[in-house]
């Protein structure tokens, strides 16, 4: 019977502790994301910078121009997707009257509203977040 209790004991006590590393772990990752959310992509360009630097083990002058290479990139890469972006809305449009076309009148009911919940997730992440 005393061994019994030990067991169960040293279980709870590992449990707990899976379980306070899992709310903390969720706390930090959480607290990180909604750093880079609020901080925009200034927040991500100093992240990325700040990971390569103790990857690398960059120094001062070799950060800087990895900003400015990060900051030009993301310019460029906002230039591309204005570029390409309408062709790509054609696509997808294109695909979803297929789609649409195949389906049952009841199965497209449900197809426009996944359609304008993708549409509303989507606009929230575009923008200046390139």
């Given at each position: 019977?005393?061994?019994?209790?030990?067991?169960?004991?040293?279980?709870?006590?590992?449990?707990?502790?899976?379980?306070?590393?899992?709310?903390l772990?969720?706390?930090?990752?959480?607290?990180?994301?909604?750093?880079?959310?609020?901080?925009?992509?200034?927040?991500?360009?100093?992240?990325v910078?700040r990971r390569?630097?103790?990857?690398?083990?960059?120094?001062?002058?070799?950060?800087?121009?990895?900003?400015?290479?990060?900051?030009?990139?993301?310019?460029?890469?906002?230039?591309?997707?204005?570029q390409?972006?309408?062709?790509?809305?054609?696509?997808?449009t294109?695909?979803?009257?297929?789609?649409?076309?195949?389906?049952?009148p009841?199965?497209?009911?449900?197809?426009?509203?996944?359609?304008?919940?993708?549409?509303?997730r989507?606009?929230?992440?575009?923008?200046?977040?390139?």
């Amino acid at each position: 019977m005393k061994n019994w209790k030990a067991i169960a004991g040293v279980c709870l006590v590992f449990l707990l502790g899976g379980v306070a590393g899992a709310l903390l772990t969720r706390l930090v990752i959480v607290n990180r994301i909604q750093r880079i959310v609020v901080g925009g992509p200034q927040a991500v360009n100093q992240l990325v910078v700040r990971r390569l630097t103790k990857r690398l083990d960059l120094d001062s002058g070799q950060r800087d121009q990895l900003m400015d290479i990060i900051v030009a990139t993301r310019k460029e890469i906002r230039t591309a997707r204005t570029q390409i972006t309408p062709q790509l809305k054609t696509i997808m449009t294109d695909g979803e009257s297929k789609v649409r076309a195949m389906l049952k009148p009841d199965q497209q009911k449900k197809f426009d509203e996944v359609i304008e919940n993708n549409k509303e997730r989507l606009a929230r992440f575009e923008g200046d977040g390139t």
